[in-house]
């Protein structure tokens, strides 16, 4: 008996179960992952606090170059989101202008995120109309705290949106062209999680020329609807159909079984919208709210892992997930550990999901929002496979010109510098030119700040 | 106690040392396969746990995913492989080449599939033909010395 209990090696099988308690319950378990790596961690600072002399910052020509990027990547990002939105909405409306915190990890219509957090509080947005917009496309709506979505939620939370694709979202009535002239009703509302694309036609003013539908890519705009008070402006659109069905035999016609919207931007990938307010209608003062605050922390390298991998030191404690940016150039995210340590992954080491955004270099081309992971990497060069959006129409190539951090969570807010790109072998690929600094540097972790 | 305090002073800088010797020119040494040959071979069953843990921190110091992750990493190729240990006690070369191998092969396997249910995808994830090489070559008489040496040989088995 003795025997046998000592060959079956209980502690061993325990510790894997643990593992994947410790993998289902992350906020449980996370303190002992900070204590024990930052423990770890506590040699190779000692280590490295003996190597050279960090760089403090970029040649001031370097900075000023990345200073006006980033100026432009502004100017141009509201200039797109809100400029060609402005002619819809009624007179009297003006822009709010607020970054995407998250998109919830919740799935809508087309297994696609239905959720998005947003910069502005409830209290920062209060008097703005339902309606959500990015460029001309309505995006979803704005919820209000207490409401049945919303029931927790305090008027201080960032604001919550949903999008088209939630089942709770109210249905749109809108039209497309036809191809032998004239219009086509419907009604668009959410599509199942199963569903091909997030939205799905419900009902049409005319099913049995809808049937004959062959062809999707055309446009879905929005239409008014007759005595009907509360509706979301007209001429925005929706996205393009989708005709999915069977194909046809040799010289039959294809069965058409469905009609979808396939909507032009990737909710997972939406880094700015904009919510409309009415203009002299003020919002109560909500309490000042920092975005995010900067700690100064020192860098330096883990052996084997030059530019992908490095331990940082700062003189407050690090949260995971926090940006770390030296002289502008954003670096990578941060593994927050004790004793005001960290691990860092730069971008070119890491294999998750990034939310990007490409500022074209031709000027006045609108700057695309991407979602990409690196696939390959080179001596300081990334290949980036990427989902773009369909705004330009699908399968767009990609243009030359410079990457910044997208939406990546509270800690990684969008326009940080990542490097100069240029389009890939593939249709969806990128390749990055990442600047890597080598030896200890003197960075900043951008923390994301509470109330003042 | 004294050896479990040098075990997790030393043993997860083992991880970083073998990059700092790749960083000088030397092979790459697959420190969690050796780990892993190491706790299905040599290591005392009732210390297996808290071993695999300190091997696991070491290499959450030098790859993406989080401890947890690393646990199932550096476990699952230990308890594929502790069945054996019964044939493979001691120095026996050749299926120590063949173990070394076939560990190189399972770990980059088992981080991919990990970071792809648990969403946290790392670098090390991807089988490369000269690393499952030089664990074959390397490995067996670095584990050899290292079994002697503190910090693991207070954990060895007696047989």
Redesign the interface.
């Given at each position: 008996m003795r025997r046998s209990r000592q060959a079956f090696p209980v502690g061993l099988y325990g510790m894997l179960l643990f593992a994947l308690c410790w993998l289902t319950l992350p906020t449980v378990f996370a303190p002992l992952e900070r204590w024990g790596l930052g423990l770890v961690s506590l040699v190779p600072e000692l280590a490295a606090s003996w190597r050279g002399t960090p760089v403090h910052a970029a040649e001031p020509a370097v900075a000023a170059r990345l200073q006006e990027l980033t100026f432009d990547l502004e100017v141009r990002t509201a200039k797109h989101d809100i400029g060609s939105a402005a002619r819809f909405v009624p007179a009297g409306w003006e822009p709010v202008h607020c970054a995407v915190l998250s998109a919830d990890s919740r799935r809508g219509g087309g297994d696609q995120p239905c959720e998005l957090l947003l910069d502005h509080s409830y209290a920062e947005l209060a008097g703005c109309s339902a309606y959500v917009t990015k460029a001309d496309v309505l995006l979803g709506y704005l919820v209000q705290p207490g409401e049945a979505l919303a029931g927790e939620d305090e008027p201080d939370d960032p604001a919550r949106v949903i999008l088209l694709n939630h089942r709770a979202a109210a249905p749109v009535m809108a039209e497309t062209a036809r191809t032998s002239g004239g219009a086509l009703q419907m009604i668009v509302g959410p599509a199942a999680v199963a569903d091909p694309a997030p939205l799905r036609v419900d009902l049409w003013d005319n099913p049995f020329t809808a049937s004959r539908l062959r062809h999707g890519g055309q446009l879905v705009h929005v239409v008014p609807l007759d005595r009907v008070d509360d509706q979301p402006p007209p001429g925005l659109w929706l996205g393009r159909t989708l005709v999915w069905g069977y194909d046809g035999e040799v010289g039959q016609d294809p069965l058409a079984i469905g009609v979808y919207v396939s909507t032009p931007f990737e909710p997972r990938s939406l880094s700015h919208v904009v919510v409309w307010r009415q203009r002299g209608v003020s919002a109560p003062q909500p309490p000042l709210r920092e975005r995010s605050r900067r700690i100064p922390a020192r860098l330096w390298d883990l052996p084997g892992a030059a530019g992908r991998r490095f331990l940082l030191s700062a003189s407050a404690a690090v949260p995971s997930g926090a940006a770390v940016v030296h002289a502008g150039l954003c670096i990578g995210t941060t593994r927050g550990l004790s004793f005001g340590n960290a691990l860092v992954t730069s971008f070119l080491g890491s294999r998750r999901r990034w939310n990007l955004i490409l500022l074209p270099s031709a000027a006045g081309e609108r700057p695309r929002e991407l979602s990409a992971e690196v696939v390959e990497t080179d001596a300081g060069v990334a290949v980036l496979r990427c989902r773009s959006d369909s705004y330009d129409g699908f399968h767009a190539p990609l243009p030359r010109g410079y990457l910044f951090t997208g939406s990546n969570g509270r800690g990684c807010p969008a326009g940080l510098f990542l490097g100069a790109a240029e389009p890939g072998y593939e249709l969806e690929e990128l390749q990055v030119t990442i600047p890597i600094e080598a030896g200890p540097l003197d960075v900043e972790v951008l923390v994301p700040g509470g109330e003042r | 106690m004294k050896r479990w305090f040098w075990f997790?002073?030393v043993g997860?800088?083992l991880f970083?040392?073998?990059?700092?010797l790749?960083?000088l020119g030397a092979p790459p040494l697959d420190m969690a396969v050796l780990m892993s040959l190491f706790?299905a071979f040599f290591a005392e069953?009732?210390?297996?746990?808290w071993l695999?843990?300190g091997a696991a921190?070491?290499r959450?110091?030098?790859d993406?995913a989080?401890?947890?992750?690393q646990?199932?990493v550096l476990?699952?190729p230990?308890?594929c492989l502790?069945p054996l240990r019964a044939w493979f006690f001691g120095q026996r070369w050749f299926w120590q080449v063949l173990a070394a191998a076939v560990g190189a092969l399972m770990v980059p396997y088992v981080a991919m599939l990990c970071?792809r249910w648990?969403?946290?995808?790392?670098?090390s994830?991807v089988i490369d033909s000269w690393r499952v090489f030089w664990a074959a070559l390397l490995l067996p008489p670095l584990l050899a010395v290292l079994r002697r040496l503190p910090p693991l040989h207070a954990f060895e088995e007696v047989s």
């Open positions: - | 997790f002073l997860p800088q970083l040392a073998a990059q700092w790749q960083d706790l069953r009732g210390a297996l746990p695999l843990l921190l070491g959450a110091l030098v993406d989080g401890v947890p992750v646990i199932l476990g699952l230990t308890a502790l970071g648990f969403d946290q995808p790392s670098a994830a």
